[in-house]
């Protein structure tokens, strides 16, 4: 073993691997790995490793790298400059390297990253399995961060798979400044939540990619939507919010009236709808799309969507047009049914060619199609086959992820809806629930400078601007923001999913439907939210497991969810996990001042913490009765609650916020 050191580190270099951090979407944690996985499998290839050994990523600009012993390399990706001691030499070709000498990699001149390969691959530290480089959550790779200059990177011992080789040229990918991308239709189209004249328009258009776009997503600049409905209803304000769902990588996310191309730091959850979702073959074409560049989706049928695991002709790769004759004409629907017990409806929806989403009754919170999600999830898990990749709750669904190479989407239907003729009454559901007290600094300083950055950086003049607590009192009609608080520290909050903007973050929702506030979720969405920091969008409440962005009414700020120092756990986390929250359990809240909380969260962070945590059980039965025994009461104040939402959504179409969807039914 040697090491390699880098002279010159380069804008954003990372360690990664391929398939990177798999079977943790249902916790928040991304795959991470390469952003263009096609180009950094062929790297491996040209250096004889196996495609998916670690190796660099880097973004615009490359690096200096000073080897330390003889070996071979190899450069793919983007076009750059490439020199060995000042000499050229060429990509996508093995590079013999000898001691003491300096490979460059200089500006990229199209396109937007490389990807170098050392023979042996590089020795990074893994987490949950993978050494691919998650920044924002702080592992894998090198220290979970960018490569910095001075940084030594050890290269490994990985055994080979072939001989070093040149790359040929039909198995280069074709890098360009206008972008075709194969997408299917689904999980969220026309006429359901958009109009068919927004999918031509989908279709028809050349976006703009954003110079605010990274590693998470891709901002795309295009037209507004027009929208097939007026709002989300107990999801949020806006048109484009849904009840918490899990996404795919390479959904065209619709953040309000923006739209965002998920890449593979992307989120696992979120309330946002999603029309189309770029092929598995053609993801790799995030990685290269730069600012400015325009990009165009073309409809594909899934049956024949190009096979992602080829690096070949069959990849498609080789051409910047899309061939297609056209999508598949079930708008994202592939089937809809009623369960087993006749109780509720089931849908199973495309989300790309590598994913079954499938929800359960109406457009509505409501336990018990929580209750359907983890029935089916645990029956799944009883015997699960062979190409499956990963489940992911949300509030009525769960999302099926597969890898489309080994099983295809037809298979995954027809045994899924085998699954669901095997569930049991959900009204017999009981799980267990603990409760788990944490702290809350109510308003907490570090939420008011995250509204003050998004009235600076984003937009001034949003209704829930300057204060997100004032406007959630104006949307549920509460007399005084103090009618905020108590009905937030009242309140018992049931965890129905995590990874609600990553790494343990819960999406919960009172128990009580009398403490249900409801808000709308920021349009556009803020680009930075403080770690931990406590919000409401739609019904639901999330603690932000980390910094990022994030489109939740701020209420205040509470002590870590996610444990950085795993496994030296703060008393209360599992010394085998870093997530603290488990599905089922129930938040309650309790008031520290914002110099307290400071104090807890360094507790936390330095392993001297504790949380108190309560064992229980939740049952649909008796949470079914207590609806049953308070009906009046509850129906009493959501009607109230939903009057005061009317009010402020005809404040929203007077001022132009959310108009065109009522201008075109008037």
Same mark, same amino acid.
């Given at each position: 073993?040697?090491?390699?050191?880098?002279?010159?580190?380069?804008?954003?270099?990372?360690?990664?691997?391929?398939?990177?951090?798999?079977?943790?979407?249902?916790?928040?944690?991304?795959?991470?790995?390469?952003?263009?996985?096609?180009?950094? @499998?062929?790297?491996?290839?040209?250096?004889?490793?196996?495609?998916?050994?670690?190796?660099?990523?880097?973004?615009?600009?490359?690096?200096?790298?000073?080897?330390?012993?003889?070996? %071979?390399?190899?450069?793919?990706?983007?076009?750059?400059?490439?020199?060995?001691?000042?000499?050229?030499?060429?990509?996508?070709?093995?590079?013999?390297?000898?001691?003491?000498?300096?490979?460059?990699?200089?500006?990229?001149?199209?396109?937007?990253?490389?990807?170098?390969?050392?023979?042996?691959?590089?020795?990074?530290?893994?987490?949950?399995?993978?050494? $691919? %480089?998650?920044?924002?959550?702080?592992?894998?790779?090198?220290?979970?961060?960018?490569?910095?200059?001075?940084?030594?990177?050890?290269?490994?011992?990985?055994?080979?798979?072939?001989?070093?080789?040149?790359?040929?040229?039909?198995?280069?990918?074709?890098?360009?400044?206008?972008?075709? /991308?194969?997408?299917?239709?689904?999980?969220?189209?026309?006429?359901?939540?958009?109009?068919?004249?927004?999918?031509?328009?989908?279709?028809?258009?050349?976006?703009?990619?954003?110079?605010?776009?990274?590693?998470?997503?891709?901002?795309?600049?295009?037209?507004?939507?027009?929208?097939?409905?007026?709002?989300?209803?107990?999801?949020?304000?806006?048109?484009?919010?849904?009840?918490?769902?899990?996404?795919?990588?390479?959904?065209?996310?619709?953040?309000?009236?923006?739209?965002?191309?998920?890449?593979?730091? !992307?989120?696992?959850?979120?309330?946002?709808?999603?029309?189309?979702?770029?092929?598995?073959?053609?993801?790799?074409?995030?990685?290269?799309?730069?600012?400015?560049?325009?990009?165009?989706?073309?409809?594909?049928?899934?049956? &024949?969507?190009?096979?992602?695991?080829?690096? !070949? &002709?069959?990849?498609?790769?080789?051409?910047?047009?899309?061939?297609?004759?056209?999508?598949?004409?079930?708008? !994202?629907?592939?089937?809809?049914?009623?369960?087993?017990?006749?109780?509720?409806?089931?849908?199973?929806?495309?989300?790309?060619?590598?994913?079954?989403?499938?929800?359960?009754?109406?457009?509505?919170?409501?336990?018990?199609?929580?209750?359907?999600?983890?029935?089916?999830?645990?029956?799944?898990?009883?015997?699960?086959?062979?190409? /499956?990749?990963?489940?992911?709750?949300?509030?009525?669904?769960?999302?099926?992820?597969?890898?489309?190479?080994?099983?295809?989407?037809?298979?995954?239907?027809?045994?899924?809806?085998?699954?669901?003729?095997?569930?049991?009454?959900?009204?017999?559901?009981?799980?267990?629930?603990?409760?788990?007290?944490?702290?809350?600094?109510?308003?907490?300083?570090?939420?008011?400078?995250?509204?003050?950055?998004?009235?600076?950086?984003? @937009?001034?003049?949003?209704?829930?601007?300057?204060?997100?607590?004032?406007?959630?009192?104006?949307?549920?009609?509460?007399?005084?923001?103090?009618?905020?608080?108590?009905?937030?520290?009242?309140?018992?909050? =049931?965890?129905?999913?995590?990874?609600?903007?990553? =790494?343990?973050?819960?999406?919960?929702?009172?128990?009580?439907?009398?403490?249900?506030?409801?808000?709308?979720?920021?349009? #556009?969405?803020?680009?930075?939210?403080?770690?931990?920091?406590?919000?409401?969008?739609?019904?639901?409440?999330?603690?932000?497991?980390?910094?990022?962005?994030?489109?939740?009414?701020?209420?205040?700020?509470?002590?870590?969810?996610?444990?950085? @120092?795993?496994?030296?756990?703060?008393?209360?986390?599992?010394?085998?996990?870093?997530?603290?929250?488990?599905?089922?359990?129930?938040? @309650?809240?309790? #008031?520290?001042? $914002?110099?307290?909380?400071?104090?807890?969260?360094?507790?936390?962070?330095?392993?001297?913490?504790?949380?108190?945590?309560?064992?229980?059980?939740?049952?649909?039965?008796?949470?079914? $009765?207590?609806?049953?025994?308070?009906?009046?009461?509850?129906?009493?104040?959501?009607?109230?609650?939903?009057?005061?939402?009317?009010?402020?959504?005809?404040?929203?179409?007077?001022?132009?916020?959310?108009?065109?969807?009522?201008?075109?039914?008037?």
């Amino acid at each position: 073993m040697y090491t390699i050191i880098v002279d010159r580190a380069g804008p954003m270099t990372t360690l990664q691997d391929w398939p990177g951090r798999i079977g943790h979407w249902n916790v928040g944690v991304p795959p991470s790995g390469p952003m263009d996985d096609l180009s950094f @499998r062929l790297a491996n290839i040209a250096v004889g490793n196996p495609e998916g050994v670690p190796a660099l990523e880097a973004t615009m600009i490359g690096p200096d790298l000073r080897f330390t012993a003889d070996a %071979t390399v190899a450069v793919t990706g983007a076009p750059a400059p490439v020199t060995l001691d000042g000499e050229p030499v060429a990509q996508c070709a093995p590079i013999t390297v000898t001691a003491g000498s300096v490979l460059s990699v200089g500006a990229v001149t199209l396109g937007m990253r490389v990807y170098i390969a050392v023979a042996g691959g590089f020795a990074a530290q893994e987490f949950l399995g993978s050494a $691919a %480089t998650f920044t924002l959550g702080r592992f894998g790779g090198k220290d979970g961060r960018s490569l910095r200059d001075g940084d030594e990177l050890a290269v490994g011992d990985h055994p080979p798979a072939g001989v070093a080789r040149r790359i040929q040229y039909e198995e280069e990918p074709a890098i360009g400044a206008r972008w075709e /991308l194969a997408v299917t239709v689904g999980p969220h189209s026309a006429p359901e939540f958009f109009t068919d004249d927004d999918i031509e328009a989908l279709y028809a258009t050349d976006y703009e990619a954003h110079f605010n776009s990274d590693r998470t997503g891709i901002r795309l600049i295009g037209p507004k939507p027009r929208w097939a409905r007026d709002d989300g209803g107990e999801a949020g304000l806006h048109p484009s919010n849904i009840h918490d769902t899990a996404y795919s990588i390479g959904a065209l996310d619709f953040t309000g009236d923006t739209p965002i191309l998920l890449g593979p730091d !992307g989120p696992s959850l979120g309330g946002f709808v999603c029309p189309v979702t770029v092929t598995t073959a053609d993801r790799w074409k995030l990685g290269q799309i730069a600012p400015g560049n325009r990009v165009r989706f073309v409809p594909v049928r899934t049956s &024949e969507a190009a096979d992602p695991r080829s690096i !070949g &002709e069959s990849r498609r790769s080789q051409y910047i047009p899309v061939i297609s004759t056209g999508g598949d004409d079930d708008q !994202g629907v592939l089937a809809t049914a009623d369960t087993v017990d006749g109780e509720s409806t089931v849908t199973y929806r495309r989300g790309g060619d590598d994913n079954v989403l499938v929800e359960y009754g109406d457009m509505a919170l409501d336990l018990a199609s929580r209750a359907r999600v983890h029935a089916l999830a645990q029956r799944i898990e009883h015997d699960r086959p062979a190409g /499956l990749i990963d489940l992911t709750p949300g509030i009525r669904s769960l999302q099926v992820k597969f890898d489309p190479s080994r099983i295809g989407q037809q298979t995954v239907l027809a045994w899924l809806r085998e699954c669901e003729a095997d569930l049991p009454s959900v009204t017999d559901l009981v799980v267990p629930s603990r409760t788990v007290h944490l702290p809350l600094s109510w308003d907490d300083p570090s939420t008011r400078e995250a509204t003050e950055r998004y009235m600076h950086g984003v @937009r001034a003049d949003a209704p829930w601007c300057p204060w997100n607590i004032e406007f959630i009192r104006r949307m549920n009609g509460l007399p005084s923001v103090d009618d905020v608080h108590r009905v937030v520290f009242d309140a018992e909050y =049931l965890v129905l999913g995590l990874g609600d903007v990553y =790494l343990g973050a819960p999406v919960a929702v009172p128990t009580d439907p009398r403490h249900r506030l409801v808000t709308t979720k920021y349009n #556009p969405a803020r680009t930075w939210t403080p770690e931990n920091a406590v919000g409401i969008g739609g019904a639901y409440l999330c603690v932000y497991g980390m910094e990022g962005p994030g489109g939740y009414q701020f209420v205040g700020r509470t002590t870590q969810v996610w444990n950085h @120092r795993h496994p030296q756990a703060t008393v209360g986390f599992d010394p085998e996990n870093p997530w603290l929250l488990r599905f089922f359990d129930r938040i @309650r809240w309790y #008031p520290v001042s $914002a110099d307290e909380l400071l104090d807890m969260r360094a507790d936390t962070a330095a392993g001297r913490g504790h949380i108190q945590i309560d064992d229980g059980r939740f049952s649909i039965a008796e949470h079914q $009765a207590f609806l049953d025994a308070n009906a009046d009461d509850i129906a009493s104040s959501r009607a109230s609650m939903e009057a005061a939402r009317a009010l402020e959504r005809r404040r929203w179409s007077d001022g132009g916020e959310v108009s065109v969807a009522r201008e075109r039914v008037a």
